[in-house]
């Protein structure tokens, strides 16, 4: 077993005590308000190709970081050791006062903090060591070969981690969260030459015991991988589309950065006039929360030290908020929703658990309405324009004809615009939660084909 997770728990007790010292410090040494996080991380990881064990890799973080208040003035300052806590707080004082007034900065209101910790069960004790997660990796691999048709492993791997967050703050909030986190995936290749296909699979959680079968991982990316050998071509158009769910996520992905209240007040966002509109379908429902037990986006507390709470991003089809801390939310005029997120000095705003909820038609159901489209598996590229809402993405798929999945296609790219795909969307009720962002199959209406 390696150093770096020797020990199933961080000592958050002197972590918080260092913060509360860093925060003391930086009073005394003139800053008006301050908070100080710490952030300490460690992992451990096995990577296997062709029955063999090629990697162990294991890792420390250890970081503080201060942030200080003079007036209107801000900065921040970050150190990977405690060592000299009164001249970290002293520098970063300094400059602050030589820092431009930045008349938006603040610590979270002191009624919005939280006071009480949910037990969201983020924390697993279990330590698998480099031996079990050799033994994950192998096994993984040896399903995805079992596979007919699979040609050569791209790789598999195994991981665990540990990570704590400290956070002190001068107007006198202090509290510590840890929370672990387990995977295992594998990637299979098919064919050969030029014509060889590639897909995977993988599964995270933050609790051992909750991550899938490594065999039916290997198995899954296996089946994925043979399914795409030899595609086809697709013709230039208009087609019909229907993303799974693994591509699914990406377009909620582009909903919760078109709302991040940073882009919203730099006018940088398509949505920037959308709040209170209707920007999807009636009975669409999006939500984020944070307390989610074992959810791998929840928190006891947003990076502020914000109560967290979990709200509807949009509500029968409709934007119902921006994703807001404190800076950002002073400059709309707003109040903190308490989704400050940090992992250094600064917080910037992030969603949780983003979920797209179910709808009412099954995957089938929806590929036999659509009779002759476009199922796609996969994305390349990030070829989205936050600003005006275009979307241009490579991807491969299935085509669907006759209402059923067909042969493979491959090498086009699928167009729209964002406001467009929203307003088309339909989720089917397929929905499961893997991921801190989870969506059912979608069906997107048609988008612009180029192909051959």
Known sequence: MTSAMENSEID??????????????????????????????????????????????SSENDAISLRVFVGKKKASISANTFDDIESLAQRAVAMARVSPDDPYACLADKDRLATSFPDLELLDNTILGADKLGEMALAAEEAAMNVEGVSKSGGSGAGESLGGVVL???????????????????????????????????????????????????QSAGDRTVARVDPKTVNTGRMKVIYDPRVATSLIGHLSGAINGAGIARKTSFLKDKLGKRIFRSGIRITDDPLIVRGLGSRPFDGEGVVNEAFDLVTDGVLQTWLLDS?????????????????????SPSGTNIDLLPGDRSPDDMINDVGEGLYITDLIGHGVNGLTGDYSRGASGFMIRDGKIAEAVSGFTIAGNLIDMFAELEPANDFVRERSINSPTIYLGELAVAGQ
């Not at 050969?192 to 290997?218: C, F, Q």
């Open 12 to 57: 958050q007790s002197s972590l918080l005590d260092r913060a509360a010292e860093l925060v003391e410090a930086a009073a005394k040494a003139g800053a008006d308000a301050c908070d100080a996080i710490s952030v300490r991380s460690r992992s451990l990881g096995v990577s296997v190709r062709n029955g063999k064990i090629e990697t162990v890799d």
């Open 168 to 218: 002190a703050t001068s107007h006198g909030f202090s509290a510590s969260y840890q929370s672990s986190h387990y995977s295992c995936s594998m990637t299979a290749v098919a064919g050969d030459g030029v014509s060889m296909e590639r897909d995977y699979d993988y599964t995270v959680a933050n609790h051992a015991a909750d991550l899938k079968d490594p065999r039916v991982i290997g």
């Open 327 to 347: 800076a950002t939310a002073a400059e709309l005029g707003l109040k903190t929703n308490g989704r400050a997120s940090r992992s250094g000095a600064n917080p």
